[in-house]
C-alpha cells in the first residue's frame, strides 16, 4: 500500500476489491489470492460476472470459467481438509476427519455454498470499505475526528485486535452512519408469495413481492432505529463477521496511513452512484500516505 502514496493515488474500488476478496478467499476455503500484495485482480474476482441482470449476454461467457475456479478450489480444499493453516467457513461442511464426498449432488452442494460465502464476503465488504472511505473523506470534521480515536487509543499496530477496536464508538458511529446511507441491498429483499387476499384481491401464490424501503407509514419512527443486516429468519448470519472486520482493517488503515482524494474529483453520491441488482460505483481514486514514524501520534 505504500506504494499507492503518489499523486496519482489508486482507484478506491479497485482497492477495496483487491482487500476483500483476499480476506473472503481466506476464510472461505483457506486461498492464498494475495492480490493486495501483487496488485492484480484475479478472474474469479472480477466484478463483471456477478451483475447477472444489468450487463450484456457477451459477458455470459466467463461464467463458465469462474465456475471451473471456484470448483477447482472446493476440490482443493477438501483434499487439504486438517492440513489448512487455520479454520474456515468449510471447517463446518467438511471437518477435517470427515471422509471426502463422493456424491457428485453434495459436491454441487458445496460448490453452491463456497460461491456464496465468497461473493457475500467479498462484493458486500468491498461497498462497505469503500463507502466508508467515500464519505469519511466527504466529512473532514469526521475524518479528523476518528483518525484522533485511532491514534490515540494504540501505541504500536500490534495492539490493534478484533477485541481492541471493537467497542470503540466513533469508528462504530462511522460505519453505523455508512449503512445508513449506503446499504448493500436495495432491491426490497422480495420475497415469494404464499397466496393472499390483499385489500380484497387475490395475489397468486407464487408472485415475488417486496416492500418500500421508505415506508410513509414509518416517518414518524425513531430515525436511528434501523438493521443493516435484516432480522429474524433472513438476518445476515455472518453480520458479526462483517462488523469486526470493518472495524479492524478501517483502523489498521488508518493508523498507518494519512487518506487524502486526488485532486480534480467532485463525486457527488446522488449523482454518481447506481444501483441495479449490485452497486455501481464511481471511479474516486485516492493517496495512501505512510505515516513517518509510529511515535508521536
Known amino acids: 500500500m505504500k ?19 483476499d480476506v473472503s478467499a481466506d476464510i472461505t476455503y483457506n486461498r492464498q489470492m494475495n492480490q493486495m500484495k501483487d496488485g492484480n485482480i484475479q478472474e474469479i474476482s472480477s466484478p463483471q460476472p456477478t451483475y447477472v441482470f444489468s450487463i450484456p449476454p457477451s459477458v455470459w461467457l466467463t461464467m463458465p470459467r469462474v465456475l471451473k475456479i471456484n470448483s477447482q478450489e472446493v476440490h482443493s ?8 493453516e487455520h479454520l474456515d467457513y468449510f471447517e463446518q461442511p467438511i471437518p477435517r476427519d470427515a471422509q471426502a464426498p463422493e456424491d457428485q449432488k453434495k459436491i454441487n452442494h458445496l460448490e453452491q ?3 456464496q460465502l465468497l461473493v457475500a464476503g467479498w462484493e458486500t465488504m468491498s461497498n462497505q470499505f469503500y463507502s466508508s472511505v467515500f464519505f469519511l473523506l466527504k466529512e473532514p470534521s469526521a475524518y479528523k475526528s476518528l483518525v484522533s480515536e ?8 500490534k495492539e490493534m485486535t478484533l477485541d481492541t477496536v471493537a467497542n470503540m464508538k466513533y469508528l462504530h458511529a462511522c460505519l453505523q452512519e455508512t449503512f445508513r446511507i449506503h446499504q448493500n441491498t436495495s432491491d426490497g429483499l422480495p420475497r415469494m408469495i404464499p397466496g393472499a387476499i390483499v385489500d380484497g384481491d387475490y ?15 414509518y416517518q414518524n419512527d425513531d430515525p436511528k432505529a434501523f438493521l443493516p443486516f435484516n432480522q429474524d429468519p433472513r438476518m445476515c448470519q455472518a453480520s458479526s463477521i462483517a462488523w ?6 478501517l483502523a489498521k488503515v488508518l493508523w498507518k496511513f494519512d487518506v487524502e482524494v486526488v485532486p480534480g474529483q467532485a463525486l457527488s453520491f446522488d449523482r454518481d452512484f447506481s444501483v441495479y441488482i449490485m452497486w455501481n460505483t464511481p471511479q474516486f481514486c485516492v493517496s495512501f500516505v505512510p505515516l513517518k514514524s509510529e511515535e508521536g501520534r
Request: charged share 30%.
Open 77 to 84: 480444499r477438501i483434499e487439504r481438509r486438517g492440513k489448512t
Open 150 to 157: 485511532i491514534r490515540s487509543n494504540f501505541k504500536n499496530y
Open 113 to 115: 455454498i463456497a460461491g
Open 3 to 21: 506504494a499507492m502514496g503518489g499523486e496519482k493515488g489508486v482507484e478506491l474500488r479497485q482497492w477495496a476489491d483487491l482487500l476483500t476478496m
Open 244 to 249: 469486526a472486520q470493518m472495524k479492524l482493517y
Open 203 to 217: 395475489i397468486p401464490r407464487g408472485l415475488p413481492s417486496s416492500h418500500s424501503e421508505y415506508d410513509d407509514k
